[in-house]
């Protein structure tokens, strides 16, 4: 179990760098503005997404990074099910956010449809490897016997 701890660290660490790159991405990025739909201004739409949100942005995206580090703590398959679950749950939401709101929204940053794909990934395998786990250690109780 010690390979999937370390998987998910890295997926957190991967979710906390994507996090901090989208925190930098022009306003115009995540808006319409850039094709004039938006009542933003466009100091606004040039500005970054961390000017435009502050500080509150920085603990919307370490939501995601504190889940990745649960199945690293707690590694059992329904852990890391559970989630994957959540991590796709909110890209889904921060998406209809996203794609429902004229302005931009703090919840809308919170999922990322990459890393909830790489959590089920990762959740899969942590299945499959727990009742691999299982299956030698029922043969290896037979064969003592």
């Known amino acids: ?29 995540i808006t319409s ?12 739409c040039l500005g970054t997404v961390h000017e435009y949100f502050g500080r509150q942005l920085f603990l919307v995206l370490a939501i995601p990074v504190a889940l990745c580090i649960v199945p690293a703590v707690i590694p059992r398959p329904v852990v890391s099910w559970l989630v994957a679950g959540a991590m796709l749950s909110t890209a889904v939401w921060g998406f209809a956010v996203a794609f429902s709101s004229t302005t931009p929204s703090l919840v809308a940053m919170v ?18 490897i727990a009742v691999r786990d299982r299956a030698t250690a029922r043969t290896m109780l037979r064969a003592r016997r």
């Open 111 to 128: 999922g990322s449809v990459p890393a909830a794909v790489l959590a089920l990934v990762l959740a899969a395998t942590h299945q499959v």
């Open 1 to 29: 179990m010690t390979g999937i701890r370390i998987a998910w660290l890295v997926l957190a660490i991967a979710v906390a760098v994507l996090g901090s790159a989208s925190a930098q991405w022009p306003v115009y990025e």
């Open 33 to 44: 503005c850039e094709i004039g739909f938006d009542s933003l201004s466009s100091a606004v």
